[in-house]
């Protein structure tokens, strides 16, 4: 069975610094997609990044940028100039297929210092 | 914007009654999915519904049923509420390819007494 880990339960960052949340998984699958969500205190999750198991490249968003590492089975996102709306639980998540659900780690609080 | 709405943001219940959580997509999203968020556990699947009428068990669907009448709609039942069903429950939907963003509901903090 697919499993997402996150070893990190809480973590923080000085506001303008760089943080980076790390998340390991374990799937047999080839071909797949990695996933960050956001989940600020107001409760509403929105995705923050996406990365496709077949492309090569890291993706990125703006100020979010992710490792993935497809042999060590390792996607950790990267947090630059950190800012006080980043303060959130982030959830690393796995998905291979349409009619499955994802599946999530534990996730992060992180949280930012001004 | 794809929106996902719940019923209710916070309910409380006495043990023993029958709840209803509903939650309702209006994107035309094929999946739809019921989680429960407790600290240190992060979200735990209930159930799942890739159609109507279809349902298909999570990882943690004792005391739970759902029912999907209707493409948009996902109802979550609670048959006999009990104290260690308090938690905060998030709905979500997504289209039907692996690749889809799951988007979520705004989450029902519920309190079982």
């Known amino acids: 069975a697919q499993t997402v880990t996150q070893s990190q339960p809480e973590m923080s960052v000085q506001e303008a610094e760089t943080v980076t949340l790390s998340c390991t998984y374990d799937?047999?699958?080839?071909?797949?997609?990695l996933f960050w969500y956001k989940q600020p205190p107001s409760r509403q999750m929105i995705l923050v990044i996406r990365?496709?198991?077949?492309?090569?490249q890291n993706a990125t968003e703006n100020r979010f940028s992710v490792n993935f590492q497809k042999a060590a089975k390792s996607f950790s996102l990267k947090i630059s100039d950190s800012q006080l709306g980043d303060a959130a639980m982030y959830f690393c998540a796995y998905s291979y297929s349409g009619n499955t659900p994802l599946v999530f780690g534990k996730g992060t609080r992180l949280s930012v210092i001004a | 914007d794809v929106k996902v709405t719940q019923s209710s943001r916070y309910l409380v219940k006495r043990t023993g009654e029958k709840v209803f959580l509903e939650c309702v997509q209006d994107?035309?999203?094929?999946?739809m999915f019921w989680y429960r968020q407790d600290p240190g556990l992060g979200l735990r699947l209930i159930y799942f519904?890739?159609?109507?009428?279809?349902?298909e068990k999570g990882d943690i669907p004792e005391g739970y049923s759902v029912s999907r009448e209707k493409k948009e709609r996902f109802s979550l039942i609670l048959e006999s509420a009990s104290t260690n069903q308090t938690s905060m429950y998030l709905c979500a939907s997504s289209l039907l390819r692996a690749e889809e963003t799951q988007y979520f509901g705004p989450g029902t903090r519920l309190l079982v007494l």
């Open positions: 799937t047999s699958e080839s071909d797949y997609y």
């Open positions: 994107m035309d999203h094929e999946n």
């Open positions: 990365q496709e198991a077949y492309k090569q």
């Open positions: 519904s890739y159609d109507v009428k279809m349902k």
